[in-house]
């Protein structure tokens, strides 16, 4: 096989709360097979038939199996910490005191995650102020007494300020590798200035390690019970990539690749950079907004499991509106039949009357809906009144949804995809026009496919002339990240730079937060 023919295809996965989809491209960019397939409870099984489905399409069509590189996004993460499942215990040290006793580590987490997390807090002396001044010298023996005194998995490590000066981290982290073995989560890596969100999102990352394992030993057991050889990536909860070695050091990043992906995958079916999309699946229907393309990011602390992080997540809302909820006389959902929706539904042959056979009586029918409606036979006046009080009901919700996230703006189109997208209507208020691309049933995965792998930096830097040489530095470091995670070096690019004047401060500063991204390397 000559150098032009190496890895022209490439596959996406996305592992969502209904259906595992999966997508093949061409060097194209086209799509050449794909696949909806049941999430099963242990989201392995939903991910190898998935998988199976689009290479079986492959073989059948006479297509050569030359895949260079599969992406997954996957819910793994998100369900591990919500459900406290296989989460690894934590030793959590926090370089602040004295400065930061008063509000000690994980105080206002769950009771339930903490306890299937924590395996000792301890707040030890170190970190800085914002100038970088130490509040205190780092006590390496406080760290070994402490870490002699627990059973832990890993540790995760948060110093005051380290965003801005990381130095007091980096050593701890070397200390625990070189003497205790374990695996050290640092929060520098990981969040953005806000001490307790960072190191919430700190822990959390420390305690998936087991579980990126997990994860990453099931993709490529899939991959090999196929024989591709093809590399491996996982999305990260801004719609880029990052290498499964990546991953494995910073698993949190996962969380939230299912919402930025279909947001990717939107802007690429539809052509469309700037626009409020709606992905329907069985469960939910999620609206974020594209801004240049990429998923408009939460300005807000977002919450995981009932505890608050700050690293960087699409600002995305989520209605209990999807082809599985279920309709009564009286209400529409919030409880869905989920990937249970071939058996339950009406039009599928089942007994439980959903949204999707309310839509298909309002003649909302998809492609794939021939004999759809002559499956809900005659029934009577009270039970077709039930069914357009729902379409009118999920109409309102969509609409509100729809002005919480526009914010005012309704010269933007509204671009509809996931496997329900059939379920919403022609016509939208809010919004310039309603776009469905093709494909959209699928469009997680392709956003997955197609994604870039990226790096970030926030950190705060001094106002004066040595400003514009430190601003550089920090570009040089998200582009070094963005490497890490698997981009191609001579392709990164900076696609994202804010600066913050930090007025308050008794000397100037500015807080600067970089975004690299950049093509997989080849």
């Known amino acids: 096989?000559?150098?032009?023919?190496?890895?022209?295809?490439?596959?996406?996965?996305?592992?969502?709360?209904?259906?595992?989809?999966?997508?093949?491209?061409?060097?194209?960019?086209?799509?050449?097979?794909?696949?909806?397939?049941?999430?099963?409870?242990?989201?392995?099984?939903?991910?190898?038939?998935?998988?199976?489905?689009?290479?079986?399409?492959?073989?059948?069509?006479?297509?050569?199996?030359?895949?260079?590189?599969?992406?997954?996004?996957?819910?793994?993460?998100?369900?591990?910490?919500?459900?406290?499942?296989?989460?690894?215990?934590?030793?959590?040290?926090r370089l602040g005191a004295p400065a930061t006793t008063s509000v000690p580590p994980l105080c206002d987490w769950p009771a339930s995650l903490r306890a299937a997390v924590s395996a000792g807090e301890a707040v030890l002396p170190g970190g800085h102020y914002v100038d970088g001044r130490e509040i205190g010298p780092l006590d390496r023996d406080a760290v070994r007494r402490f870490l002699d005194g627990v059973e832990a998995d890993a540790v995760a490590v948060t110093g005051v300020f380290s965003p801005a000066t990381a130095e007091h981290e980096r050593a701890v982290a070397e200390l625990?590798?070189?003497?205790?073995?374990?695996?050290?989560?640092?929060?520098?890596?990981?969040?953005s200035l806000g001490l307790l969100e960072r190191e919430n999102a700190t822990v959390l990352n420390a305690a998936l390690y087991g579980v990126a394992g997990h994860v990453?030993?099931?993709?490529?057991?899939?991959?090999?019970?196929?024989?591709?050889?093809?590399?491996?990536?996982?999305?990260?909860?801004?719609?880029?990539?990052?290498?499964?070695?990546?991953?494995?050091?910073?698993?949190?990043?996962?969380?939230?690749?299912g919402p930025a992906n279909s947001l990717r995958g939107a802007a690429f079916l539809s052509g469309v950079a700037e626009a409020v999309v709606a992905d329907v699946g069985g469960t939910s229907t999620d609206l974020g907004v594209l801004t240049g393309g990429f998923p408009r990011e939460s300005a807000a602390a977002v919450e995981i499991g009932g505890v608050l992080t700050n690293f960087r997540m699409p600002d995305i809302l989520a209605i209990a509106l999807g082809g599985g909820t279920v309709v009564r006389d009286d209400a529409v959902g919030p409880d869905s039949v989920g990937?249970?929706?071939?058996?339950?539904?009406?039009?599928?042959?089942?007994?439980?009357?959903?949204?999707?056979?309310?839509?298909?009586?309002?003649?909302?029918?998809?492609?794939?809906?021939?004999?759809?409606?002559?499956?809900?036979?005659?029934?009577?006046?009270?039970?077709?009144?039930?069914?357009?009080?729902?379409?009118?009901?999920?109409?309102?919700?969509?609409?509100?949804?729809?002005?919480r996230m526009a914010l005012g703006r309704a010269d933007r189109p509204l671009v509809a995809v996931g496997g329900g997208a059939f379920l919403l209507p022609p016509r939208?208020?809010?919004?310039?026009?309603?776009?469905?691309?093709?494909?959209?049933?699928?469009?997680?995965?392709?956003?997955?496919a197609i994604a870039l792998a990226s790096g970030r930096v926030d950190t705060i830097l001094p106002a004066g002339e040595s400003r514009s040489k430190a601003i550089e530095r920090v570009k040089e470091e998200a582009a070094a990240r963005a490497v890490a995670a698997g981009a191609d070096s001579s392709r990164v690019e900076i696609v994202d730079l804010l600066e913050v004047p930090l007025s308050y401060l008794s000397e100037p500063a500015v807080r600067v937060h970089v975004k690299a991204a950049g093509p997989l390397a080849r």
């Open 339 to 403: 990937y249970r929706i071939t058996e339950e539904a009406l039009v599928f042959g089942g007994s439980t009357v959903t949204m999707t056979d309310a839509a298909v009586a309002a003649g909302r029918v998809p492609p794939e809906g021939d004999g759809w409606r002559d499956r809900l036979g005659d029934r009577s006046e009270a039970f077709r009144d039930t069914l357009e009080r729902a379409v009118a009901a999920a109409d309102a919700m969509l609409a509100d949804a729809v002005d």
């Open 216 to 257: 990453t030993g099931a993709l490529a057991g899939a991959l090999a019970e196929h024989a591709l050889t093809a590399t491996p990536y996982l999305a990260q909860n801004d719609g880029t990539l990052m290498t499964t070695e990546h991953a494995a050091r910073l698993p949190v990043s996962t969380i939230g690749s």
């Open 1 to 93: 096989m000559g150098e032009g023919a190496r890895g022209a295809l490439r596959i996406g996965i996305d592992v969502g709360g209904t259906n595992t989809d999966a997508v093949v491209l061409d060097a194209a960019d086209r799509v050449v097979a794909k696949a909806k397939r049941p999430t099963t409870p242990d989201v392995t099984g939903g991910l190898r038939a998935a998988l199976g489905a689009v290479l079986a399409d492959l073989d059948r069509s006479g297509t050569s199996r030359d895949v260079a590189r599969v992406m997954l996004g996957t819910t793994h993460a998100t369900n591990a910490i919500l459900e406290r499942r296989g989460l690894g215990r934590v030793a959590v040290l």
């Open 176 to 191: 625990v590798a070189d003497e205790y073995g374990l695996p050290v989560s640092v929060s520098h890596e990981i969040g």
């Open 428 to 448: 939208v208020p809010g919004v310039s026009g309603v776009v469905r691309p093709r494909h959209a049933e699928v469009a997680n995965a392709v956003g997955a």
